[in-house]
């Protein structure tokens, strides 16, 4: 059974930061992309960063949105991937979910189609 844990969510401070993480277990996602996305109230469910793995190299993407504020990363050991978040706004509130890859399909990764598994989330909330 695949399971995908947040942690690391809470109430910051705008231009603080946080640190998200997000443990799988249940099977590897070394090879396939991980990702985060975010949902806000009355909003739809939006891409926030992904990690995809090619050839043994990761390459990643971002929302225009957090683009040098937010910096994902992975941990393939751990089986781990890693959301830091700085400089946050109070925009940035919302429940923020993990996101795995489990068999490669033609949707692009920013979509929610390309991933197979999700987090239960964890809540950011940003404070003015």
């Known amino acids: 059974q695949v399971r995908l844990v947040e942690s690391g969510g809470g109430l910051v401070q705008a231009g603080g930061s946080l640190r998200l993480s997000c443990a799988a277990s249940?099977?590897?996602?070394?090879?396939?992309?991980l990702g985060w996305f975010r949902q806000a109230p009355g909003k739809e469910r939006e891409f926030v960063a992904t990690?995809?793995?090619?050839?043994?190299?990761?390459?990643?993407y971002y929302a225009d949105s957090v683009k040098g504020r937010f910096t994902i990363s992975r941990d393939n050991a751990k089986n781990t991937v890693y959301l830091q978040m700085n400089s946050l706004k109070p925009e940035d509130t919302a429940v923020y979910y993990c996101a795995a890859e489990g068999v490669r399909k033609g949707a692009s990764l920013t979509t929610t189609s390309r991933y197979d598994y999700w987090g239960q989330g964890t809540q950011v909330t940003v404070s003015s």
């Open positions: 249940g099977r590897t996602f070394s090879t396939y992309a």
């Open positions: 990690m995809a793995i090619s050839w043994s190299a990761g390459s990643t």
